[in-house]
């Protein structure tokens, strides 16, 4: 756990973390909401934060959370809390879909509840236990980068698989898709 929580009571750092979820949520929602309309309709930035979110969401980025909202519902807001990096993608999503932000902000509580609870008590120990393992040991490290290599070449695989031309244009992300082929 990072030093600035372990001098505080549990409490404390359970609702520090609990409020930094929801405020990220809230926060990637927003982008997600605003930015579709007005970055993407508006705006052609040519640097900075805004040229890297304007190119995020013009190639889909958040298009599979899109779609997991699409087809479990609101129930994909407190379960992306559980994952990484899709997290991101079905919060933005839901603000793409401008889903209502109290509908949104309910069912973000169990989600954001769950992850401060997990690195509020064995979620930054786990971390830290891994990175020592990767420091100590030669193999803990192989270990780690294998993982991450399996990761690395699914992703890899199922894009490319997604993008082939077989693929029907209803599962192919937004940003392929051409203009008579999207929905009205």
Known sequence: MP???????????????????MTRGQ???WVGRV???????RTRPQDGWQRRMHGWLEAGGADPGVRALRRWGLVMV????????FQSMVQAGAGILRIEVWKYALAQ?????????????????????????????????AAIL????????????LRRRRRSPE?????????????PERAP
Do not use: H, K, N
């Open 78 to 85: 407190p379960l992306c809390y559980l994952t990484v990096g």
């Open 109 to 141: 509580i169990p989600g954001a509840l769950a992850w401060a609870t997990i690195y509020a008590t064995i979620g930054f120990a786990a971390w830290e236990a891994v990175m020592a393992t990767a420091a100590g040991s030669p193999l803990g490290l």
């Open 27 to 29: 926060l990637v929602y």
């Open 146 to 157: 294998a993982v991450v290599l399996v990761i690395v070449l699914t992703i890899a695989f």
């Open 35 to 41: 930015a579709t309309e007005q970055t993407l309709r």
């Open 3 to 21: 030093d600035f929580l372990t001098t505080v009571p549990f409490w404390a750092a359970f609702v520090a973390l609990f409020l930094g979820a």
């Open 167 to 179: 693929t029907p244009a209803e599962d192919r992300p937004t940003a392929e898709l051409t203009e």
